[in-house]
């Protein structure tokens, strides 16, 4: 057990271990063109306690549709694993954008998800 | 304490102890906060301006022995309590945008392009349960985020700009920059102009009233008396 | 009986059309939505950490209000504030201990114990399907691709229908006169807020959505997100710099679809 696996399952409530890397989540994320890391790797990183998952560019793109833990086997919910990545540095006090570069003038609840996702 | 009263013999002046940034003084009951910390040997060389509640100078953060709340106030306005314990707050350091109101609009996305750290309330409701003045801080906070400068500009109106939200707030939000902001929008570009206050000015300027200026620019103090005296007043409205 | 409803900030904003056209569609069939009177954001998207309660006080404060206002049910037409609410009354119900702690941070409300529920219009809509049809006077005449994002179907125990096939909107379309192009991408999410610090995601997912929708022979998209309308219609001009050969396709709210085929006029 290493301190970023205990960590994210105690953040997320999931059990890693489950996971049998099947690919399911990976080839049903809509933002999978966009990540470095697959999110069955992300898993795969986290549970060997390589912290270079933290700033990837993976966590930060997903965009929390779920749709890699509704078709999980295991129901293993990787998007409460990507949240819980993505608060290891956000608890820290360090904002992964800066609002004020953020686009003007988009619709409210793009502002405000984007500040509860990227911001601490 | 004793005093001498006037009918001479002792009369007690009833004293409570407070704790001012941890060490203990007794003060007479009955003094505001400031009038305490003076009392006790103070000066204020920062943290004070008015006097009167209306500044926001003196923000003041306290708890009461044996209670775990946190209250924030008002120096010259508060009561001492016995088992007060006082830190003053002269400076809220504060994060102001830069704008222009000649060249900015008034739209429902105004606020939160200037202050985006608005997106970020969680609606914890500590501004308003800080806010000495007891306005709806997080109703006007989410009034603005909801591009309502109207509302926002009309709950934010008695703001003293103290600074005590801003420091309670978990999101980091400077609440009373973006009051500010929403009150001069709502002034320059929302609220509905004094048509006859706009007419009046252009026939000043046109020089409708040019030639009475005149006449009465020589006229003498006594004249000018008589005139005042005789004017047109409006009858009270019931 | 009257019907909360929560509109969401968003819906005062971007998507005025999406509030106006319901309003008026579901006065046509009978029912009012009764806006709370007072409401906060709802702080979307849920927070998925075990132990982060402070996320989730705003939507419980908004559904206080709710049940201040004596509503039972409480209307959220915004998909991502409909997840919200609806995940976070789920908490309120099953979760004692992280609504004991959030009551009596909360010590300024009464208590909340998770009796409102919280619906989406097309729950509504899925129960008067008989009166819509009654109530059309011009049916539509187009091939719809219902959209639905992703925050209407996920997760399971939010979905308004069935999460990899659902067919709700496509029956209201159907009611209305119109007909139903079914295209796969139909639950995909569009990239969601990703649109405000990582553009290129949500282009190359409008232009995947919308080509897909537009090879299965639809003319129009219709959906109920302001986000996905938002992510599909405005940023069409950004994929046509990407994709020259990009044709785009209209994007509606279904609302809008329904005061169109009740033929009631646009105001102002």
């Known amino acids: 057990m290493n301190w970023l696996l205990s960590k994210v399952e105690e953040l997320s409530g999931e059990n890693l271990y489950a996971c049998y890397q099947c690919g399911k989540c990976s080839a049903g994320c809509p933002m999978v063109e966009e990540m470095d890391l697959l999110p069955n790797q992300v898993i795969l990183l986290v549970k060997l306690g390589d912290e270079s998952v933290v700033e990837a560019k993976s966590p930060w793109v997903c965009a929390q549709c779920y749709q890699c833990g509704v078709r999980c086997p295991r129901e293993v919910d990787i998007a409460k694993i990507m949240e819980a990545i993505r608060l290891i540095k956000l608890r820290k006090n360090i904002d992964h954008i800066k609002l004020e570069n953020i686009e003007k003038n988009l619709p409210q609840i793009a502002i405000v998800s984007a500040s509860r996702k990227y911001t601490g | ?238 | 009986m009257d019907m909360g409803y929560y509109p969401g900030c968003t819906l005062k904003t971007n998507a005025k059309v999406f509030e106006d056209s319901l309003l008026k569609a579901f006065e046509k069939i009978g029912i009012k939505l009764k806006e709370l009177n007072k409401w906060y954001c709802c702080g979307t998207v849920y927070s998925l950490a075990t132990d982060n309660l402070m996320y989730r006080l705003a939507a419980i404060r908004n559904l206080i209000r709710a049940k201040e206002g004596g509503y039972e049910k409480l209307v959220a037409p915004c998909s991502i504030c409909y997840n919200t609410l609806k995940q976070a009354n789920l908490m309120a119900k099953s979760d004692e201990e992280a609504m004991s702690k959030i009551n009596a941070f909360m010590d300024e409300e009464p208590d909340y114990d998770g009796s409102v529920s919280v619906i989406h219009p097309l729950e509504v809509i899925e129960a008067k399907l008989q009166e819509i049809k009654a109530a059309v006077k011009k049916p539509l005449g187009k091939k719809y691709a219902a959209y639905y994002g992703c925050l209407l179907l996920r997760p399971k125990e939010i979905a308004i229908d069935e999460y990899e096939n659902p067919s709700i909107m496509e029956r209201l379309i159907e009611a209305l006169g119109g007909s139903v192009v079914n295209f796969p991408l139909k639950n995909e999410c569009c990239g969601s807020y990703n649109v405000a610090s990582n553009k290129e995601a949500v282009v190359d997912a409008n232009y995947r959505i919308i080509t897909n929708a537009r090879r299965n022979g639809a003319d129009a998209i219709v959906t109920s997100c302001p986000l996905c309308h938002f992510n599909l219609k405005e940023m069409q001009k950004e994929v046509k710099k990407v994709h020259p050969e990009f044709a785009g396709l209209p994007v509606y709210y279904f609302s809008e679809l329904m005061v169109e085929a009740f033929g009631i006029e646009k105001e102002g």
């Open chain 2, 1 to 238: 304490m004793a005093r001498k009263s006037k009918k001479g013999g002792k009369q007690k002046m009833e004293m409570v102890r407070i704790y001012i940034m941890g060490k203990e003084y007794k003060v007479p009951a009955g003094l505001t906060i400031m009038k305490a910390m003076e009392y006790a040997g103070y000066r204020y060389i920062r943290g004070a301006g008015c006097r009167a509640g209306f500044c926001g100078a003196c923000a003041t953060v306290y708890r009461k022995e044996g209670d775990y709340k946190l209250h924030a106030d008002l120096a010259c306005q508060t009561t001492v309590e016995d088992g007060m314990w006082l830190v003053q707050l002269p400076f809220t350091p504060a994060n102001k945008a830069i704008y222009d109101m000649d060249k900015i609009k008034a739209d429902d996305k105004t606020l939160v392009n200037f202050y985006p750290e608005i997106a970020r309330c969680v609606s914890c409701n500590t501004c308003t349960k800080a806010c000495p003045q007891e306005l709806d801080v997080m109703d006007y906070i989410q009034a603005s985020l909801r591009g309502d400068i109207a509302k926002a500009a009309e709950l934010s109106f008695d703001c003293i700009q103290c600074g005590l939200c801003a420091m309670r707030c978990p999101a980091e939000i400077a609440h009373y920059h973006v009051a500010q902001l929403a009150r001069r929008l709502y002034g320059k570009y929302v609220a509905p102009k004094a048509r006859h206050l706009e007419e009046r000015v252009k026939e000043i300027e046109e020089g409708k009233f040019d030639e009475e200026m005149k006449k009465m620019m020589k006229m003498s103090v006594t004249q000018l008396r008589k005139l005042y005296n005789a004017r047109d007043i409006e009858p009270e409205e019931d």
